[in-house]
Every structure is written in C-alpha cells, then in structure tokens.
C-alpha cells in the first residue's frame, strides 16, 4: 500500500507541474504578438537584435520586433524607412560575427 501512495502522490506533483509548464507556453505566446507599431523611431545604438513578424503565421500584422538592450521588445512598422535601415545594420553586424 506505501509504494502505491507514493506512486499516486509522484502522479498528481507531475500533473500540475505539466499544467504550470502549459500554461506558461501559451501565456509567452500570446504576448509574442505585435498588435501595434511603436510611434518612435528607436536608435539601432539601443536595439541587441529583431525577430520577424508574418501576418500569414500566428499574428495579424507584418512587424519587425526589436529586442533592446534593456530587453524591452518594440514592434515597429517593416515598410518604414527608419526600420528598413536599422534591419540593413543589424543583419551586417551578425554577418561579421
């Protein structure tokens, strides 16, 4: 009877570590998706990267969402010129590295 109670208890800790690890995953992505631009234009000295955003995947805008050095991310506008050029800097630094 012991090795069955512990065996009950190791089942129930799993399942709700395996409900706090989904529902993380889905919290982080829901809150991955721009729904709108920044109004700012942020100097590339302060951006570290930029991810891609599609309107054909999970999200429905086109962005650019640039990670800063004070990892904040800011979804900005792909078709601004501000955006096109600070995309250009970043895409050579990771070329040369």
């Not at 129930?12 to 570590?17: D, G, N, T």
């Not at 690890?21 to 721009?34: G, T, W």
Request: glycine content about 2%.
């Amino acid at each position: 009877m012991m090795c069955s109670s512990k065996t009950l208890f190791l089942a129930a800790l799993m399942s709700v570590l395996l409900l706090h690890l989904s529902s993380k995953s889905e919290a982080a992505s829901s809150f991955d998706c721009c729904l709108k631009y920044t109004q700012h234009v942020i100097p590339t000295s302060f951006i570290v990267g930029f991810t891609q955003q599609l309107a054909n995947e999970a999200c429905d805008i086109n962005a650019i969402i640039f990670h800063t050095k004070r990892r904040l991310s800011v979804c900005a506008n792909p078709k601004q010129n501000w955006v096109k050029k600070a995309v250009r800097i970043l895409s050579k630094k990771v070329k040369k590295m």
